[in-house]
């Protein structure tokens, strides 16, 4: 049967289910450049606005999977297991997670990607270290998961390559917040990528993609569809977002505060997440965290740390070299004393990013030194004239904009305040 692009979009207009072979036939020929991008981008609307069921969501990320390679892994003597995080404010997890999980056993092979907007990578983060490489060939992701067992590096162009080219379309298109299409999206590259299991760290609040809680669980409930259509056994850990994570936001400033985790102290909420989501992974790979192996103790003892030493040193990386540091380090002072009540996640991720730590277009450059450092947290109590947090840049301009961004972001109240739970629901199959 032949198709056209226009009779696929007119049916998804229409409010119609697209069949298997219209989703088969529409991401191939837009793969290949016979359908044009203001179709694809007509068509991505008709999504956003009418959504797809789950079925034709799952055919349609076995075609993104499709316009590319699977990534042929050797067997590397464990299981293989991953996590994504839909993205957050300080979200620095994979650091600390991904040698943590290795040390108890299993491979991650994390193919990652860099940051857009308020949200920060991780390759961004990991590019701070002196030397650090992100480009690896499959065969140096196969090695050093097979000697290390863990990899974090850029995901390459033959993986998914149709949903490189619709979600920068998607980008400019105003479509990047349809459920479908993000669920489809994410797990198209970690469905390619071939893992064995897959933790999804789905963030809610304001400095997540995901606002609400019922848009989370629906994320959630999605992606975790499509893993079990797929075979790939998934779970999703729903976690707080509103406030940013641990005490740094920003590429270096975040590895610093990784390498505390790693060394056995840290910020107790990354510490906490870390290990739930360092659960969820090992529970999917098979290991007992309760009985063969605890990765609490994996973390005080140091094991995690020489993995990140041997994952960072595998890709080029001196895990030992001083990080950059920032050209001008300035404070916000607390205004009146009181109890810190609000640190909203996005005026800080905003602060962050406008201060060089992220990016507006994919091809900016990022300042691996910028960031903020939270000197408070909430329920913390503050003086008038005590610094709540620093701001550091390479770029002075940038810091009336970053000051601006924080206006409506801090609070301070008299009343006792507590940060709510960090673990809010959970997805399985
Ligand atoms: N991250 C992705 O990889 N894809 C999306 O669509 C949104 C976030």
């Known amino acids: 049967m032949t198709h056209s692009a226009v009779d696929v979009i007119a049916a998804k207009r229409d409010g119609h289910r697209l069949s298997d072979a219209q989703i088969d036939w529409v991401v191939a020929a837009y793969t290949r450049g016979d359908v044009a991008d203001e179709q694809m981008s007509a068509l991505a609307m008709a999504i956003l606005l009418n959504g797809m069921d789950d079925a034709e969501t799952a055919r349609w990320t076995l075609a993104m999977i499709e316009s590319g390679e699977r990534l042929a892994l050797p067997d590397v003597g464990r299981p293989l297991v991953d996590k994504h995080s839909t993205g957050g404010v300080g979200d620095k997890l994979t650091l600390p997670l991904a040698p943590l999980v290795a040390a108890c056993g299993a491979a991650v092979p994390q193919l990652s990607g860099r940051g857009l907007g308020h949200t920060g990578g991780t390759l961004d983060k990991l590019e701070a270290i ?58 198209s590259k970690k469905i390619a990528e071939g893992t064995d299991g897959l933790v999804l760290d789905v963030k809610v609040g304001s400095g997540a993609f995901m606002r609400t809680r019922e848009a989370a669980q629906e994320l959630a409930r999605r992606m975790v569809a499509i893993g079990a259509a797929e075979g790939l056994p998934t779970r999703a850990l729903l976690t707080d977002m509103s406030v940013p994570l641990g005490r740094a936001v920003g590429n270096a400033l975040e590895v610093a505060e990784a390498v505390e985790v790693l060394r056995g102290g840290g910020p107790p909420d990354v510490v906490e997440l870390t290990l739930a989501l360092a659960h969820a992974m090992l529970g999917l790979a098979g290991i007992d965290p309760e009985a063969d192996v605890d990765p609490a103790e994996v973390l005080a003892s140091g094991r995690a740390f020489e993995v990140w030493e041997r994952m960072i040193a595998a890709q080029g990386g001196d895990p030992g070299a001083p990080l950059p540091t920032a050209a001008h380090v300035e404070t916000v002072d607390a205004p009146a004393s009181g109890v810190l ?71 301070i109240g008299d009343e006792p305040a507590e940060r709510g739970p960090l673990l809010l629901d959970e997805v399985r199959a």
Do not use: F, N
């Not at 140096?140 to 920068?168: F, K, M, S, W």
């Not at 730590?357 to 004239?385: C, F």
């Open 130 to 187: 002196p030397g650090w490489r992100a480009e690896l060939s499959t065969e140096e992701i196969a090695a050093q998961l097979a000697e290390v067992g863990a990899v974090v590096c850029a995901t390459t162009p033959a993986l998914a390559p149709a949903d490189r080219r619709l979600y920068a379309l998607r980008d400019v298109t105003g479509t990047v917040p349809s459920i479908p299409l993000i669920a489809s999206s994410i797990m």
């Open 341 to 411: 009540t609000r640190l909203d996640a996005l005026a800080v991720g905003t602060a962050a990013w406008r201060l060089g730590a992220g990016r507006a277009r994919k091809e900016h450059p990022v300042q691996a030194a910028a960031g903020v450092r939270l000197l408070a947290g909430i329920g913390d109590e503050v003086r008038a004239g005590e610094p709540l947090l620093e701001l550091h840049t390479d770029t002075p301009d940038a810091v009336p904009g970053a000051r601006a961004a924080l206006d409506d972001g801090l609070a």
